[in-house]
Structures are given as structure tokens and as C-alpha cells.
């Protein structure tokens, strides 16, 4: 009897689990159907002030490179270089001495051409919620363009969209195969904390005083 009420609770919870992942996925999907790009059709990206690279770490345990920060790193200049937007926000966490993910992307975005003070970082993008909102509540954007790969960028402009912000997004190319396991996983997971994000109006865990992006350059007008 009592198995059969654990195999019975274990039932249920995986079945919840499943809906509550499925409506999510829609949801994101739906709310950022038509918003994504990438390289095959940067033409029609909206041109925007700025674009938020999001961030992750540049080397992994192993001391390989991370395709995912290499590839995002191209996206962005890539954009910056097709005259899609006058600077770049890099954002990602930096809560720790010796991790900080804005300063390597920094290095690298300028490494790959971009000019140094076209470049913004946002050391506090803890989060994708986090990265969106301050966004718009420090950095003043109300529309901007958000880089990261497909699925990632699907649901960072959704949380944007939800926190009132007209976002889009240019999807780097994405990572296949073995390397990409765990990231995909917690990826489709964290679809439903996003949701949960919007609906329940969370607060990004620091926000801090208005900061200014870099002006547009006369000959860049």
C-alpha cells in the first residue's frame, strides 16, 4: 500500500513537471516568435542602441575553451560590425575575486575588433533576469538586442518582454552533441523558472545606480 502511494506521488510529480515544462516551452516560443535572428538574417535585425551579450564563463574546469563564450563572442561582433548597434553590454556575474565573466568578454569582443569604448560591462547580470531588467532600469533601454545561443536567447528576450522591455534577439551559433548535455537540460528547465520570473514580478538581486552608455559618435550618426 504504501508503494503504491509513492509510485502514485512519483506518477503525479512527473507528470506536473512535464506540463509545467511544456506550457513554459510554449510560452517562450510564442512570446519571442519573430524576434530572433542570426547571422542568415542579420539584414533584417532592428537596429537598436545597444546590445547585452550574456554571459558565461570563458574557460571550463578542464582548461578548454568554452564554445558557448567563443561563439557568443562572435555573434556580438558580428552584429557590432554589421552597424546593428552602437555598443555592447556585456553582462554576467563578477560576485567573486578572480571570476568575472564582463571583463573576459570585454577582452575578447576587443580582441575581435570591436572598439574598447563601445564596450559596457555589467558586472551584476547574475542572472538572465538580472541582465534584462537592469537593462532597462540602469541602463536606460527600453529596446535592445540580446545575444546568447537559440535557446537561451528565446528565453532572455521572453523575461525581457515580460519586464516590459522590446527586445530581440541574434542567436550565436549553437553547441551540439556530448559537450552541450547538461547545458541543454538545465536549459529546458530553467524555461520554467522564467515563467515563474514574470508572473511572480521577481526583483534582480542588485540594481545600483543609472549608468551611462557611450554616445554616439558624430560620424557614426
Not at 51 to 75: E, K, S, W
Request: aromatic share 8%.
Amino acid at each position: 500500500m504504501k508503494r503504491n502511494k509513492i509510485v502514485t506521488f512519483a506518477t503525479w510529480g512527473i507528470v506536473s513537471a512535464l506540463v509545467a515544462w511544456g506550457a513554459s516551452a510554449i510560452a517562450v516560443y510564442a512570446v519571442s516568435s519573430g524576434r530572433v535572428f542570426d547571422s542568415a538574417s542579420i539584414d533584417a535585425v532592428p537596429r537598436q542602441r545597444a546590445a547585452v551579450v550574456l554571459g558565461c564563463v570563458r574557460t571550463l574546469p578542464n582548461g578548454l575553451n568554452n564554445l558557448y563564450f567563443l561563439r557568443r563572442i562572435d555573434a556580438a561582433a558580428e552584429l557590432y560590425k554589421a552597424g546593428k548597434v552602437d555598443c555592447l553590454i556585456v553582462s554576467g556575474d563578477n560576485h567573486v575575486k578572480g571570476y568575472d565573466e564582463p571583463s573576459d568578454m570585454k577582452e575578447s569582443l576587443i580582441n575581435a575588433g570591436v572598439p574598447a569604448d563601445r564596450i559596457v560591462c555589467d558586472y551584476a547580470g547574475f542572472r538572465t533576469l538580472d541582465t534584462v531588467v537592469r537593462a532597462k532600469k540602469v541602463f536606460g533601454l527600453d529596446s535592445f538586442i540580446i545575444v546568447s545561443q537559440p535557446d537561451h536567447v528565446r528565453r532572455a528576450v521572453f523575461t525581457a518582454r515580460g519586464f516590459g522591455c522590446d527586445a530581440y534577439g541574434y542567436a550565436a551559433e549553437d553547441v551540439n552533441g556530448r559537450y552541450s548535455i547538461k547545458t541543454t537540460i538545465r536549459e529546458q528547465l530553467a524555461k520554467i523558472a522564467a515563467v515563474a520570473d514574470v508572473v511572480l514580478r521577481r526583483s534582480p538581486k542588485f540594481l545600483g545606480p543609472r549608468e551611462a552608455l557611450p554616445d554616439v559618435l558624430k560620424e557614426e550618426k
